[in-house]
Structure formats: structure tokens, C-alpha cells
């Protein structure tokens, strides 16, 4: 396969983009826009934008998971919180905590900001039952 030029490969993350913004995949974006941060922090650029920018879209899949969990289940009081084998410290630290929807909503544990993993948080929530 013929390697992609810098160019080549910034014009395909925002095909991309545009793809997952049509079907309102926010997780997705967020993973599209830590791929890009982490693209510019190789070619030596600034990647604060793209990491604010994962994170926002990261927040916003958390944040609609919670909603539409508490409006579709009347025995669901709640999220935990499940992390991967290789998460980082940070994210681990969390792993099994419960949070009521209304801490959850306000505090915003997912996704994790201080998140060493190069991919970013992957933590997700799980739903918790009465
Ligand atoms: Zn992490």
C-alpha cells in the first residue's frame, strides 16, 4: 500500500469527521479528533485544539449514554464506571465507582481528562440497577 502523505492523511481524518458527524457519532469523532492530535504532536505542532476537541466529543457521547439511559429505564438509578485492562492510572483509579445520575450529570467523571493513554479515556459507563 503507497503511504500517505501528511497532507493525504489530514484530508482523510476530516472525510472521516464529516462521516461521523452525519451519523452523530460522537465516541467516534472524539477517537478521530485524539488521532489527529496525535498526528500534529508528531510533526511537532501544537495539538491542543484536537485534544480539547476529543474531549468535547468524548463528554458529549458520555453525557447523552447518561440521558437517554434515565429517560429508557425506569429500574436504572445510575452509571459505573468500567475501564479497559491497559487504562491509565488516572482512569483505573475509577474503575467500579457508582455515580446517581444527577452526580453524574454534574461532575462528569467520563471521559477522564488527565488521561495518559495515547488513544485518550476509554472508560465507559455501565448501568446500574435498583
Ligand atoms: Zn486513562
Not at 485534544?51 to 458520555?62: P, V
Request: with cysteine.
Amino acid at each position: 500500500m503507497k503511504r500517505l502523505s501528511p497532507n493525504e492523511k489530514w484530508n482523510r481524518f476530516n472525510k472521516k469527521l464529516e462521516e461521523l458527524m452525519k451519523s452523530n457519532d460522537f465516541y467516534g469523532l472524539g477517537v478521530i479528533y485524539q488521532e489527529m492530535a496525535n498526528f500534529l504532536n508528531n510533526e511537532g505542532k501544537d495539538s491542543k485544539e484536537m485534544l480539547n476537541k476529543a474531549h468535547e466529543m468524548k463528554l458529549t457521547h458520555h453525557r447523552n449514554y447518561i440521558k437517554n439511559l434515565r429517560y429508557d429505564s425506569p429500574i436504572c438509578v445510575g452509571v459505573e464506571v468500567r475501564c479497559t485492562d491497559d487504562s491509565c492510572r488516572s482512569c483505573k483509579s475509577l474503575q467500579g465507582k457508582v455515580f446517581d445520575f444527577d452526580k453524574a450529570i454534574e461532575t462528569n467523571p467520563l471521559p477522564v481528562r488527565n488521561c495518559s493513554h495515547e488513544y485518550g479515556c476509554r472508560c465507559v459507563y455501565l448501568p446500574v440497577a435498583n
